[in-house]
């Protein structure tokens, strides 16, 4: 049983200070911590398997190959998608959804063609889809969010016969709220457009099965789900990633080259141009192992229970506003707030006295907060290393934020 044993433990820099004070991480949502475990599958690796993967027939190489294509593997089993084939590895989500967006979208779209996109998108799928827009005279239409932070379903019939595109966020990074995904690929394959799913937010969280889904193409970055930072995930479903051209040129994407012309690889080869960080990759095979010795049953449970507590606290503050569902229903474990007459960047660092450390500023969403008249923000995200323990320092020290800049905690 997993809640056996205490997972925070796994976690060596939560013993760290931060202005004498033990160091409380809420930020897990622009990257997680990583655990031991991973750290030494990257130490092993190092210490045993380093060459260049798909390279050489000199042992080393075959190893750093064996250990790379086990992770496409455990990614592909990880994801539910029914080949490795369909497993990309890039350096993170963003440079998954450019690659669609230049290599699909690109050959793709005419002009008068639809994007349909959601406010609550992250800049990585918001601006790459604006600038394709530009590029291919598409119309760029956005779905938007209802006052609780959630994507009303009235919002996907702007999915319609025009549209070739639909590109929505798994969980909001702002919002907190998880979105109905389900209706938007069924409603974009209905009108037979392309689904792109935005799952940074959502795979580190909950299980994600990309076959039952039925998303052509679901991105994810590993450093947001326990692995070091260097790599991301784009699945694809074959059928649509073996018509499409290579995003980028280079060694180990092709099959013969000559003066004039060149064949490519076969998928999932084609897109892997250059050397890839076999370390990250190797790091998120470790994190996905790490994940299921968790379990997404005991994550969920823990997360609720922090995010409920959060929420609950955070109410009691009248100078508290919170921006996205105050409820539990369809959210995740991150809660973005207004702290009334306070700029986001003092809170942040002035919890940063007290070992706190949140996120402030736009959270990459410039056009949701401007559409929520926010702007600017702070954001707590939890993981289940976290306590209620530490919960209680941050609420307790926002009413010491409000006194430190001149204002009544009450
Ligand atoms: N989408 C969402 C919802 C995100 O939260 C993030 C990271 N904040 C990204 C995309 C981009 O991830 P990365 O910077 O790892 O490419």
Redesign the pocket.
């Known amino acids: 049983m997993s809640n056996l044993r205490n997972f925070r433990e796994d976690f060596p820099i939560l013993n760290e200070e931060v202005n004498g004070r033990k160091i409380i991480y809420f930020d897990s949502?622009?990257t997680s911590q990583r655990p031991n475990q991973v750290l030494e599958a990257v130490l092993k690796y190092d210490h045993e398997a380093n060459g260049n993967p798909h390279r050489g027939s000199h042992t080393l190489s075959m190893r750093a190959t064996e250990a790379f294509e086990q992770v496409r593997e455990k990614v592909r089993k990880f994801i539910g998608a029914k080949s490795t084939k369909e497993i990309i590895f890039t350096k993170?989500?963003?440079e998954a959804i450019n690659l669609v967006a230049y290599s699909y979208a690109l050959n793709n779209l005419l002009p008068g063609d639809k994007i349909v996109i959601t406010i609550a998108e992250?800049h990585?799928?918001l601006v790459t889809w604006q600038q394709i827009a530009k590029k291919t005279k598409a119309e760029l239409v956005f779905m938007y969010v209802d006052p609780s932070g959630r994507l009303p379903l009235g919002e996907l019939h702007k999915i319609d016969e025009k549209t070739k595109i639909v590109a929505c966020?798994h969980m909001s990074?702002v919002l907190g709220s998880i979105f109905p995904i389900e209706k938007v690929i069924e409603r974009g394959h209905q009108m037979g457009a392309k689904v792109l799913i935005?799952g940074?937010?959502a795979v580190a969280h909950m299980p994600v099965d990309v076959s039952e889904l039925d998303a052509d193409f679901y991105v994810f970055?590993g450093?947001?789900m326990y692995s070091l930072m260097g790599v991301?995930v784009l699945y694809g479903k074959e059928e649509i990633l073996d018509k499409m051209e290579p995003f980028l040129y280079g060694g180990d994407m092709i099959e013969y080259v000559y003066e004039e012309e060149t064949s490519f690889n076969e998928l999932p080869f084609k897109f892997e141009a250059g050397t890839q960080g076999i370390e990250s990759v190797v790091s998120l095979g470790a994190a996905i192992d790490y994940l299921e010795e968790v379990t997404f049953e005991y994550i969920h449970e823990r997360e609720m229970e922090l995010t409920a507590y959060a929420l609950s606290r955070l109410k009691e503050l009248p100078y508290i506003r919170i921006i996205g569902p105050e409820d539990m229903n369809d959210r995740g474990a991150v809660i973005s707030f207004v702290v009334e007459d306070i700029h986001p960047h003092d809170v942040s660092s002035i919890l940063d006295n007290y070992g706190v450390g949140i996120r402030a500023g736009h959270h990459?969403a410039q056009p949701l907060l401007r559409y929520l008249e926010v702007f600017t923000c702070s954001r707590a995200s939890f993981a289940f290393y976290n306590t209620k323990e530490e919960i209680d320092v941050l609420v307790d020290n926002l009413s010491e934020v409000r006194r430190w800049m001149g204002y009544g905690s009450r």
């Open positions: 949502a622009a993170n989500a963003t992250h990585a799928n966020t990074n935005d940074a937010q970055s450093h947001k991301g990459c």
